[in-house]
């Protein structure tokens, strides 16, 4: 199969969707790989050394038109034009972007797969993990850059100062992103309370944190409560697919103290913050009600070589399965199956549909 490999135009996007050493082993299996000119130079792979492994570097038209295209972010409205039936595998989230794109790929036929609907055997969304984590470390450390007073922000610094901690930071929701937060929030000595609608808390996860870490039920009660004085707010919830509900409402972001800061990670499906509206590495914070808010829609690509690395480690499995037998490997692992979002014209997942009004377009890929 000829596998297209695209260069990203989002703002100061510079991850890659495959690495030389992933195309290699592609090619090894019979796969042809076009690659556009310089999709990798950002990632710190130059066409030369693809080329060194059979890579074939093409122009956009070209890299558009392989039987399976792979990128990183969801195509800007430009893009739309090199849309056919094919197979298009990348980050979409469909439910937090403008209806234009499901309806261009619903009119062009192509099969649409999204990396965060997968699942493997366990339910668990192995092509999300890698991207969640990065932004859930970068959530802790850009949101205390942004506490700096030069910054705008209140002047307290997220730490331990002489063996005391300084700095609270919430984090709502312990998935992938919130545990990384909490990570680092912990990890450089901030006050941390987390905020979970789940009771289970792994032995693994919890051998990683310290004692100073407080677990709080998620209610609009509790989250009320501690707003007022959190200097560090970090929305971290996913709904599978589906736009994100807005648990901290505009009322909420209204009490809390000026020069506060937002990180509203969930942001790719909407926001999980009522102030929340998608901004740019280029442009990345305003500020609503004397509070900075941080919501760049592509936090991972601030550190794109990590971030390719770890993607592709994940990615290339099905990436190589898909490439070799095509649209059987959907219908026969189901937990890859729920990543068609798009198939023949229709919307496939529920959730997207049913965020953007599409249940009249909606047929379950099974069916």
């Given at each position: ?10 703002d ?56 399976l ?10 893009e ?15 439910a ?23 699942e ?48 609270k ?14 990570f ?49 707010l ?6 599978v697919?589906?736009r ?5 409402s505009e ?15 969930s ?16 442009d990345?914070?305003?500020?609503k ?5 941080y919501c ?37 692992d ?34």
């Amino acid at each position: 199969m000829k596998i297209g490999v695209i260069k990203e135009i989002k703002d100061r996007e510079n991850r890659v969707a495959l690495t030389p050493e992933g195309a290699g082993r592609l090619i090894s299996e019979g796969h042809e790989i076009l690659l556009e000119t310089n999709a990798g130079v950002g990632s710190g792979f130059p066409d030369e050394v693809y080329a060194r492994q059979g890579v074939k570097i093409v122009d956009t038209k070209t890299a558009w038109s392989a039987d399976l295209v792979i990128k990183i972010k969801e195509p800007l409205e430009q893009e739309y034009k090199f849309f056919k039936d094919n197979f298009l595998f990348t980050y979409f989230h469909l439910a937090g972007v403008a209806p234009e794109l499901t309806h261009a790929l619903m009119k062009a036929g192509t099969t649409a797969i999204a990396y965060e609907t997968v699942e493997d055997a366990w339910g668990r969304l192995p092509l999300l993990a890698p991207m969640s984590a990065i932004a859930g470390n970068m959530a802790a450390s850009v949101g205390g850059y942004y506490l700096a007073k030069f910054k705008k922000g209140k002047g307290v610094q997220l730490g331990r100062v002489l063996g005391e901690r300084h700095g609270k930071v919430m984090v709502i929701g312990s998935g992938t992103v919130g545990r990384h937060a909490i990570f680092t929030a912990d990890g450089i000595g901030a006050k941390v309370f987390v905020f979970t609608r789940s009771q289970d808390k792994p032995e693994s996860f919890m051998d990683m944190i310290s004692d100073h870490v407080q677990f709080v039920p998620s209610t609009p009660e509790n989250i009320g409560a501690h707003i007022r004085d959190t200097d560090l707010l970090i929305g971290a919830v996913l709904l599978v697919g589906a736009r994100a509900p807005h648990v901290v409402s505009e009322a909420q972001v209204k009490t809390m103290e000026p020069g506060s800061v937002i990180v509203d990670v969930s942001i790719d499906q909407g926001g999980c913050i009522e102030t929340s509206r998608p901004t740019s590495h280029s442009d990345p914070v305003y500020i609503k009600h004397g509070v900075t808010h941080y919501c760049v829609t592509n936090m991972p690509g601030a550190f794109p070589r990590t971030a390719t690395l770890a993607l592709t480690g994940v990615t290339l499995p099905y990436i190589s399965q898909l490439a070799s037998e095509g649209l059987q490997a959907l219908k026969e692992d189901p937990g890859f199956a729920k990543g068609v979002n798009i198939y023949q014209g229709r919307v496939t997942l529920r959730e997207v549909a049913e965020a953007l009004g599409l249940m009249d377009a909606y047929q379950s890929f099974a069916s």
